[in-house]
């Protein structure tokens, strides 16, 4: 489960009234939902899904510097539709005429001055100023974009796709971006059951997610003006669906895990006003030949170990978990690797996302790296 914007806002109160544009069960606003079992198929699925009101494109990852500095970086491309089944411009027809919005968002971490610098961007589909293309990866936001080259998984022959990414804020906004390039390790981990991620219980309340849990990554990184080469290992969410979140629900706590043993984790806790976890929370485990385990939420226990509260927003955030995985062998703590990493006022509501040490809960050794997001605490959020 990732963050999403107040865009929708804007978009709900709009009349939303036409057929979505390929036959799949219909969400109130006239979207098509993803309660129903989905085959994913690549590249396809890598494209966008337009019959769908919102999706993102999410990659973080832990990199370092030939000098040994480490960061951690954060590169998100959404897509909101406005209007179900509404086409594109014809010929003829005015340029700015455009159905889509594409927020992005990118944030560094410093881990070793302590650092967090964040900017953002936000373009409409009219006039060519964002673009998502259906069927293969390409997904842009003015000139921040995401790209998928075909290719194969990491020494195998298995088929996948190496990503370029390239943001690049000017120096009133951080003087920072990236350059890259990533290969995934693994082919993609599709999460849920038969390719539905259950939110809630309403039929709606599920998306079609999955993710590359581990891809090489390297190219180029900078921060406060200064460009470095830089080489790590990244993760991507791509998640699409409708009308989400269940009356009563608040926000979420979502976490990544990239253990040194070659599995992965990964883990959502839907949280109502109350503070009570959904029981529709869930997760997975990814093993090091790919195959994927799903978890509900029974199988996880999750222990908060302290709080931070932000100078920016007041908003009161976890800081520090233990989280335990019986089947899996698997108990660790997550630690922040900076305490401040919240993008305040990155249009609304403000999120904490950021990077995190991986240990062993009971030797107290790093065994891994991970992100965190954390959504809610400084207002409800509403997908």
């Known amino acids: 489960m990732r963050w999403w914007t107040a865009v929708l806002v804007s978009a709900a109160a709009l009349q939303l009234s036409a057929a979505a544009a390929q036959p799949e069960p219909v969400a109130s606003a006239g979207f098509a939902d993803a309660g129903r079992p989905y085959v994913f198929s690549f590249p396809r699925d890598e494209g966008s899904h337009p019959a769908y009101q919102t999706e993102w494109w999410y990659t973080t990852g832990h990199v370092r510097a030939a000098d040994g500095r480490r960061f951690g970086y954060e590169l998100t491309f959404f897509r909101v539709g406005l209007h179900p089944g509404d086409p594109a411009p014809r010929r003829g027809q005015s ?19 302590a650092r967090f610098v964040y900017a953002e961007r936000f373009e409409r589909e009219a006039l060519g100023m964002g673009a998502a293309a259906s069927g293969r990866l390409a997904v842009r936001a003015g000139d921040w974009t995401l790209v998928g080259v075909p290719g194969r998984v990491w020494g195998s022959n298995l088929p996948s796709m190496r990503m370029t990414l390239h943001a690049s804020a000017p120096a009133d906004a951080g003087d920072i971006g990236v350059d890259l390039i990533e290969t995934p390790l693994k082919p993609p981990a599709v999460h849920g059951r038969a390719g539905v991620s259950r939110k809630g219980a309403c039929p709606s309340c599920a998306s079609h997610y999955y993710s590359y849990t581990r891809m090489q990554t390297s190219g180029s990184l900078r921060f406060a003006g200064t460009r470095m080469r830089v080489a790590g290992t990244s993760w991507m969410d791509h998640e699409f669906g409708s009308a989400e979140l269940e009356p009563g ?98 249009s609304s509501p403000s999120y904490w996302e950021g990077a995190v040490d991986v240990r062993d809960a009971r030797k107290d050794v790093s065994i891994g790296a991970g992100y965190v997001e954390l959504t809610g605490y400084a207002g409800p959020v509403s997908i």
């Open 95 to 113: 340029r700015w005429r455009g159905n889509e919005v594409f927020p992005a968002h990118l944030a560094i971490t410093d881990v070793t001055g």
């Open 249 to 346: 629900e608040v926000g979420w706590d979502w976490f990544s895990v990239q253990l040194n043993d070659g599995r992965e984790l990964m883990l959502y806790r839907l949280r109502t006003a109350s503070g009570a976890i959904v029981p529709a929370s869930s997760g997975s485990v990814i093993e090091r030949d790919g195959r994927v385990r799903h978890l509900a939420r029974s199988d996880v226990a999750v222990e908060q170990r302290g709080t931070w509260r932000s100078p920016h927003t007041g908003a009161t955030y976890p800081s520090g978990w233990r989280v335990r995985v019986p089947s899996a062998a698997i108990d660790v703590t997550l630690e922040p690797l900076v305490l401040d990493q919240e993008l305040a006022g990155a």
